[in-house]
T-cell receptor, first 111, second 116 residues
């Protein structure tokens, strides 16, 4: 079975802190994605990566950066967390643009 | 920006009813039409998907209907059960050798509640 794991299920941070969200997949997938999910807005793509060290901006990249140093690992970085970044963050991976496999999500609260 | 419009936003049916969720898209290049199911506290998971060479696909109680000319596809849940209560997302995409953001879009989601 495909497994996508995220480093934390719940995270509470202060405004201005630097936040790292880690995602690891074990199926040798080329593509990895970071989404945020907010009520009524569905899933919005923040960044994705189609290869190691490659990244593409999604629909809402402002305030975020990413890192993909190894094929199995994709990190989302909030350089200076703000309250409007309180959300559920979902990581996903797939081969090309086929079915996406999602992690369980990280619920981030920024105080 | 390519748009995907999913409707309704929420839906309440009685057990045994047949909820129908619709997804309309603009990008005529899409060639993969999945529905994802998400339970509270979990990430979305693929429920059923269709390619554009067929107009309907059935897996158990779940059916996708695809209308290429109307650029729409729908999810039907036969004999719905309280355990089907979840949020459903459509996510049409294009299978490419490289990935571009315009080639994959998630709908806003439909929260389905099936009452006992």
């Amino acid at each position: 079975d495909v497994k996508v794991t995220q480093s934390s299920r719940y995270l509470v941070k202060r405004t201005g802190e630097k936040v790292f969200l880690e995602c690891v997949q074990d199926m040798d997938h080329e593509n990895m994605f970071w989404y945020r999910q907010d009520p009524g807005l569905g899933l919005r793509l923040i960044y994705f990566s189609y290869d190691v060290k490659m990244k593409e901006k999604g629909d809402i990249p402002e305030g975020y950066s990413v890192s993909r140093e190894k094929k199995e690992r994709f990190s989302l970085i909030l350089e200076s967390a703000s309250t409007n970044q309180t959300s559920m963050y979902l990581c996903a991976s797939n081969k090309r643009t086929d079915t996406q496999y999602f992690g369980p999500g990280t619920r981030l609260t920024v105080l | 920006q390519q748009q995907v419009k999913q409707s309704p936003q929420s839906l309440i049916v009685q057990k045994g009813g047949i909820p129908i969720i619709n997804c309309a898209y603009e990008n005529t290049a899409f060639d993969y039409f999945p529905w994802y199911q998400q339970f509270p506290g979990k990430g979305p998971a693929l429920l059923i998907a269709i390619r554009p060479d067929v107009s309907e696909k059935k897996e158990g109680r779940f059916t996708i209907s695809f209308n290429k000319s109307a650029k729409q596809f729908s999810l039907h849940i036969m004999d719905s059960q309280p355990g089907d209560s979840a949020t459903y997302f459509c996510a049409p995409s294009k299978i490419l050798s490289t990935t571009r953001t315009d080639d994959m879009r998630f709908g806003a989601g439909t929260r389905l509640t099936v009452k006992p």
